[in-house]
């Protein structure tokens, strides 16, 4: 059952120990955790090893892998980034701060993903949502590039702002 954004982000991210390449071939780890761009693996794991504060393990696969604490602690720092850029985006803070929770929690999934200069460009949408037009807002961000790039994802997140609900995280 998803209640907190942590539920919602590892629903929508996944959890992965291992490090992989994300659907544009960034190396992330942990819950949707963005090592780097650089596709250079080795230089991943460099910059890997200088956010867990030690020598990355091998796994049986000879891939890089963390533990669960070190998946929680990147997960807590990304979060926090997320949140934080929301409240510095003279955009997103005042209407981040007008929703409901559940809301909230959909507009910090957006910029967990994309960073808050990219949700900020959603101008009709957040106008929308900051007006409370759910419904409108909804068929405004299932007309964007966002929505056809991670539709399953987009459209749980849609459906939150537009019901309020998280019924579709289930």
Do not use: C
């Amino acid at each position: 059952m998803v209640s907190s954004l942590k539920d919602m982000l590892k629903y929508d991210e996944g959890e992965k120990l291992e490090m992989y390449k994300d659907t544009e071939g960034n190396y992330t780890i942990g819950i949707g955790h963005l090592i780097t761009k650089n596709k250079d693996k080795n230089e991943a794991i460099k910059i890997l090893e200088g956010e867990i504060g030690h020598t990355v393990k091998l796994n049986s696969k000879k891939e890089p892998e963390i533990s669960s604490s070190e998946s929680e602690s990147l997960f807590e720092k990304d979060k926090s980034v997320a949140i934080n850029s929301i409240e510095n985006s003279s955009t997103l803070s005042t209407i981040y701060n007008n929703l409901d929770s559940n809301r909230k929690m959909a507009l910090a999934n957006m910029v967990f993903q994309m960073g808050a200069s990219n949700v900020s460009k959603f101008k009709k949408s957040l106008k929308l949502i900051e007006e409370k037009k759910w419904a409108e807002a909804a068929i405004e961000l299932k007309n964007s590039t966002w929505n056809t790039q991670t539709p399953k994802r987009s459209n749980r997140v849609i459906s939150v702002f537009e019901t309020g609900t998280l019924k579709e995280y289930k």
